[in-house]
């Protein structure tokens, strides 16, 4: 189908500098001739689901890689994902005795929003940022780092690899335990040749849930758009910028029909700015009568950088983050929906306990390429405490 395409430079935010013109557009049209790596039907019943989240018969847990990397759309690695996905989701099952809707950032988290075009080095030059692998690659190299549009070809085949172990996981399984992809819609590149028309609309093939970033969720902007004029449920992060206004206008443009389950918001503000930042956007979006899913994202607003200089997170922040976010959700008599996690099956060391951890940690098994994650042991404990808040409300 023919989407809207970006026209300037301020509407099209986050879009890498490719250096190759031509060859993009080869690379999209390339896409455009590819087979949809979702079915239009799958969203449909994801839609359905967070029908049941936004009524408040059902939580979100929607988690996984910072940013996924080409080498680990394997098998292995990848149905070590969907296992901690399945425990955390079972955890959460057992405790409430609800349903839960499970969604991994895999199958297409392969690109990244950046606040800086270059990274400083050590000896005092700059490097143009990591983008994700379907954009640059990760090491230290500055020929590494020019964006290929080739990588948008190999970002397809490996989205397409791990859906292929998705499915093969999923046959011999119940359907309440269904694993959706989920991903940032960013590239435009990549999203737009994958949209085909379906009844009524757009469907994005990327992924199930596709959501719009924090710095990307301009109402006049190509990625609003985008999410605007497909089927599939999509969510939209909301920091510590957003007003009641914003949010009122992009629950108007992304859920006009105020279709349940059509239209999420990701709470990513930070502990320390939650309690009086978020309850005039919940009370304004209240307001409008448009259904709406509301998740917690403590990771992204909780991100500082230690004495050795890596980015790190807080477990008691991110702790801190979910109990404000139940209590205003609660308190305005809204679902506090579920969670959205940044986190690792692999015993890795990113996040500390307590922020004062982050001025003699050590990091010895940190192994992103991009932002901190919580180990199975941390991201156990987060789910945890979600649950015991909704239990005891």
Not at 137 to 165: E, F, K, N, Q, W
Not at 236 to 254: C, F, I, N, Q, Y
Not at 338 to 352: A, Q, S, Y
Request: charged share 25%.
């Amino acid at each position: 189908m023919t989407a809207p395409g970006p026209t300037a430079e301020k509407v099209t935010a986050q879009q890498p500098p490719w250096p190759d013109p031509d060859r993009l557009e080869e690379v999209r049209h390339a896409l455009s001739g590819r087979p949809p790596l979702i079915p239009p039907e799958e969203t449909g019943e994801l839609t359905r689901r967070m029908a049941g989240v936004q009524r408040g018969e059902a939580v979100v847990l929607q988690g996984g890689d910072c940013a996924e990397l080409f080498a680990d759309a394997t098998p292995p690695v990848v149905r070590r994902k969907l296992g901690q996905l399945r425990e955390l989701s079972a955890a959460i099952r057992t405790g409430l005795g609800l349903p839960v809707v499970t969604m991994g950032r895999i199958a297409g988290q392969y690109a990244k929003p950046r606040s800086m075009p270059y990274e400083p080095l050590p000896d005092g030059t700059r490097l143009p940022v990591y983008r994700g692998d379907a954009v640059n690659g990760a090491a230290a190299d500055p020929r590494a780092r020019i964006p290929d549009p080739d990588r948008l070809l190999t970002a397809y085949d490996r989205a397409a690899a791990v859906l292929s172990t998705m499915t093969d996981e999923q046959t011999s399984r119940d359907a309440a335990e269904r694993i959706f992809a989920s991903h940032e819609l960013l590239l435009l590149a990549y999203e737009l040749p994958l949209l085909h028309a379906v009844d009524g609309g757009g469907h994005a093939s990327s992924a199930h849930f596709g959501w719009i970033g924090e710095r990307t969720r301009d109402p006049g902007g190509a990625h609003i758009r985008l999410a605007a004029s497909i089927r599939n449920p999509v969510g939209v992060k909301v920091g510590p910028s957003a007003t009641p206004a914003d949010l009122v206008e992009l629950a108007r443009l992304l859920n006009p029909e105020r279709l349940p389950g059509r239209l999420t918001f990701i709470v990513r503000m930070g502990a320390d700015r939650i309690e009086w930042l978020l309850p005039p956007l919940v009370e304004a979006v209240a307001e409008t009568g448009i259904p709406v899913v509301w998740l917690t994202d403590p990771m992204h607003g909780n991100t500082i950088r230690s004495a050795s200089g890596h980015k790190t997170r807080c477990l008691r922040a991110i702790l801190d983050e979910v109990a404000a976010f139940h209590r205003i959700l609660r308190g305005r008599r809204q679902w506090p929906g579920g969670l959205h996690l940044e986190m690792t099956p692999e015993p890795v060391t990113e996040c500390v306990a307590h922020p004062a951890d982050a001025g003699t940690a050590a990091f010895p098994r940190y192994r992103s390429p991009c932002d901190p994650r919580l180990n199975p042991e941390q991201a156990a404990e987060a789910v945890h405490a979600f649950t015991a808040l909704l239990r005891a409300a």
